[in-house]
């Protein structure tokens, strides 16, 4: 099992230009995140997907946009990128359901860079 | 609104010691609480996850405790290697619609050999 991945693994944007961010996972999850890793802040949730067709808001949404494409895969969306999303972008999946743990497991991380 | 602190924020230990590193969290209302590792440049490791139920959790020469009502958790590592270098971060979540993981900032931990 390859576990969470993520692609790109490095990003250089400038101002105002969109890009997309990939993950996906093979453990079979329901539940899908995508955090944000800043100095100073430790990692903050941006949105999740609780199960397929379902996403909400986490507590740093503005500026981004994600789609649950499947049960696989959950993609972060920058329309207009800006120097504050300049961050390491990490995406988790976890089980869900009655008796589980809820064990959140973490992807390598896109280090996102907006000049 | 749950915060998580983690006490210290750097620590250096001497190869073979034991250590332990402290996480506090203020609302007790926790599903579970996890403990990571992330080395320089990477992404995160899951090292133990403790259910609200349970008082502790082993793993080799980790041990995680949990006491709910205080709010608090340690992790001990026994008999401390270079290769355990690396920042410690726990985490709890309250399960539920969300299961959002609120996370401390961190122990950066150098042992040295």
């Known amino acids: 099992n390859a576990g969470v991945t993520q692609t790109p693994k490095f990003q250089v944007l400038k101002t105002g230009q969109s890009m997309t961010l990939q993950c996906a996972q093979d453990m079979n999850h329901n539940s899908m995140y995508w955090y944000r890793q800043d100095p100073g802040m430790g990692l903050r949730l941006i949105y999740y997907?609780?199960?397929?067709?379902?996403?909400d808001k986490g507590e740093v949404p503005n500026g981004y946009n994600v789609s649950r494409l499947n049960k696989r895969e959950f993609s972060l969306r920058l329309e207009s990128a800006a120097p504050s999303q300049t961050s390491v972008y990490f995406c988790?999946?976890?089980?869900?359901?009655?008796?589980?743990?809820?064990?959140?497991?973490f992807g390598p991380g896109t280090r996102l860079t907006v000049t | 609104k749950q915060e998580v602190t983690q006490i210290p924020a750097a620590l250096s230990v001497p190869e073979g010691e034991n250590l332990v590193l402290n996480c506090s969290f203020t609302?007790?209302?926790?599903?579970?609480l996890q403990w990571f590792r992330q080395d320089p440049g990477k992404g995160l490791t899951s090292l133990l996850l403790i259910q609200s139920s349970q008082r502790e959790q082993t793993s080799g020469r980790l041990n995680a405790s949990l006491d709910k009502s205080s709010g608090r958790s340690t992790l001990y590592i026994a008999a401390s290697q270079p290769g355990d270098s690396a920042t410690y971060l726990c985490a709890v979540t309250n399960g539920g619609a969300t299961n959002k993981l609120i996370f401390g900032t961190g122990t950066l931990l150098a042992v040295q050999p």
């Open positions: 609302d007790s209302a926790i599903y579970n």
């Open positions: 997907s609780a199960s397929e067709g379902t996403t």
């Open positions: 988790a999946s976890s089980p869900r359901g009655a008796g589980v743990s809820y064990e959140q497991y």
